[in-house]
C-alpha cells in the first residue's frame, strides 16, 4: 500500500488522522469495484490499522460518486466466471469478516452510492454514516445471482420484511430508508461532521471496552459465519458461468434489459 514516487497508485489509500486509520477507495474507473487490486489493499489496510497502535478504530470512506459498486463484473467477465468465482467469494468471506472481527470499531462515512457486494461491506461496519448523495441497491437477482454471502451481514441488521424486499425486488433507496430499515445508523446532511463527532465519542472509551463492546454486538455474527459462510461461498460460486448469469452480466454491460424482463 506504498504511497511511495514512483509506485503503482493505491486502490486503498491508509492515512491516521485524530486517532483513526482512514481508509479510503479510491478507483473511481471502476466505481470502487471489488477488483482484485481493491480487496487485497483493502484487507491489507485492515490488518494494518488493527495493528497500529495509534489507530483507536477504522473509518472506511471513498472517493467520487460510489462508495462500492460490488464485484468487477468486467474483471468476471473476462476471466472465467465459473473459476473465478471461488476465489471472488472466497474474498468476500474474507473481507466481511476482517470487518466483523477487527478488535477496533470501523464507521462506514459513505455520501455515494452502494451496490450489491458493497452493501454487505457496509453491513459488516459497526456504524454506518450515510450522506444525501447515497444510495442502496441489491442488485443481484437481476443478474441471474443472489446476495449469498453478504446475507451474512446483511440479515442480521435489515428487517426480515425489508430483506425479502430488496433481495428481490432489486430497488434503489435513499439514507433516509436505510437508517429505517437498519443498514445504517444515521442519515446527515453531513456526514463528515457527524462521522467526527462519532469519532469523539468513541476515543471516550478504553481500547478494551470498545473491543469487548464489539465482540458482544458481533458474535452471532462471527457464530454464523462459522457454520455458513463455505456452503454460502459454494452455493455463489456454482451459478457464476451458468446461462442465465452470463445473460445478466452481458446484458448490464449492453445497457440493455436481460432477456427475462418483462
Keep these: 500500500m506504498s504511497e511511495t514516487a514512483g509506485a503503482e497508485t493505491p486502490f486503498v489509500h491508509y492515512e491516521l488522522s485524530d486517532g483513526f486509520a482512514v481508509l479510503t477507495l479510491d478507483s473511481p474507473h471502476n466505481r470502487n469495484a471489488l477488483s482484485a487490486k481493491l480487496v487485497r489493499e483493502l484487507l491489507d489496510g485492515l490488518r494494518r490499522a488493527g495493528a497500529d497502535e495509534q489507530a483507536r478504530g477504522v473509518v472506511l470512506t471513498h472517493t467520487g460518486t460510489t462508495f462500492c459498486a460490488g464485484a468487477d463484473l468486467k474483471e468476471a467477465l473476462d476471466a ?7 476465489i471472488r467469494t472466497q474474498w468476500m468471506v474474507a473481507v ?21 457486494g458493497g452493501m454487505g461491506i457496509v453491513a ?6 450515510a450522506g444525501p448523495s447515497s444510495s442502496f441497491a441489491l442488485t443481484e437477482a437481476r443478474l441471474g445471482l443472489a446476495p449469498f454471502v453478504i446475507s451474512l451481514t446483511l440479515l442480521p441488521r435489515l428487517t426480515s420484511r425489508a430483506a425479502a424486499r430488496y ?16 443498514l445504517i445508523t444515521v442519515a446527515a446532511d453531513d456526514p463528515a461532521a457527524e462521522t467526527a463527532r462519532l469519532c469523539t465519542e468513541l476515543r471516550k472509551g478504553s481500547p478494551q471496552g470498545l473491543a469487548e463492546s464489539k465482540r458482544l454486538v458481533n458474535a452471532a455474527i462471527l457464530a454464523e459465519f462459522d457454520v455458513a459462510a463455505e456452503e454460502l461461498a459454494q452455493r455463489s460460486g456454482r451459478y457464476f458461468g451458468t446461462p442465465e448469469v452470463l445473460e445478466g452480466m452481458t446484458a448490464f454491460f449492453e445497457k440493455r434489459p436481460p432477456r427475462w424482463a418483462q
Design 80 to 86: 472465467d466466471p465459473a473459476a473465478a468465482a471461488d
Design 96 to 116: 466481511l469478516r476482517d470487518l466483523v472481527e477487527l478488535h477496533k470499531p470501523v464507521i462506514a462515512r459513505i455520501d455515494g452510492n452502494v451496490r450489491a
Design 167 to 182: 433481495f428481490q425486488t432489486g430497488e434503489k433507496f435513499d439514507a433516509a430508508e436505510a437508517e429505517r430499515i437498519g
Design 124 to 129: 459488516a461496519c459497526d456504524i454506518v454514516v
